[in-house]
């Protein structure tokens, strides 16, 4: 009699088992902005068993949890549904965006930062005689390679103009503090004139940004 009651309940517990709730982690190559995540997020919407989808826009990675059923194929292939050009891959430590341009060769072009560290005050990294043009930037911000595209144009075009690259990562680091409580959003241009006036773009504003570029 008890070894047909624990039969029956090793049978019973079978269902439940199957239906158990994993998680994975999945690295993502070929975004261009954090955003592109929220693409994959509507196709694993569409998956069956898919229960919480988070995303590090740092390490460029998902975690996914969900019931075992799910297949690891089943999430790449929501993934390279998703219409970004993205692709995924089972596991963490493989997520990149994807690069940014190189500026010109010849161009008056340097990366200040990559991590977000300070740099102490702009006015002494400002280039003389020249428009010096600090341009705050995250990986991860889209918007930002839409300036950066502007600022390779602009930098080909004019002599008179020094670009400056500052990858601020996020906004506490100590880069952002340093900017202090002005920088809120990304885009974020900080503009230096030949005579030392400072003028703020923020956003894609090119309007704003070539008048700075005009100011005495």
Not at 128 to 154: I, N, S
Request: glycine share 8%.
């Amino acid at each position: 009699m008890v070894r047909s009651l624990l039969i029956a309940a090793f049978v019973v517990s079978l269902p439940a088992a199957a239906l158990a709730d994993r998680t994975q982690v999945y690295s993502i190559t070929g975004a261009d902005c954090s955003s592109c995540a929220d693409a994959i997020r509507n196709e694993l919407k569409k998956v069956k068993g898919v229960k919480k989808v988070g995303f590090d826009k740092h390490k460029v990675e998902l975690t996914i949890q969900m019931t075992d059923v799910v297949s690891d194929d089943a999430v790449l292939g929501a993934i390279a549904k998703s219409g970004e050009g993205m692709s995924g891959i089972v596991g963490a430590g493989k997520g990149a965006y994807l690069p940014i341009a190189e500026f010109p060769a010849g161009t008056d072009f340097k990366t200040l930062t990559k991590d977000g560290s300070a740099v102490g005050p702009l006015p002494k990294l400002a280039v003389p005689g020249k428009y010096t043009v600090f341009d705050v930037y995250a990986e991860w911000c889209g918007p930002c390679r839409v300036v950066d595209e502007r600022l390779r144009q602009v930098v080909t075009e004019r002599s008179d103009v020094a670009i400056r690259k500052l990858n601020v990562r996020d906004f506490d680091t100590p880069l952002a503090r340093e900017l202090g409580p002005a920088f809120e959003t990304l885009p974020y241009v900080v503009v230096l004139t030949p005579k030392g006036k400072r003028i703020d773009v923020v956003g894609t504003d090119f309007e704003a940004l070539d008048k700075a570029l005009q100011t005495p």
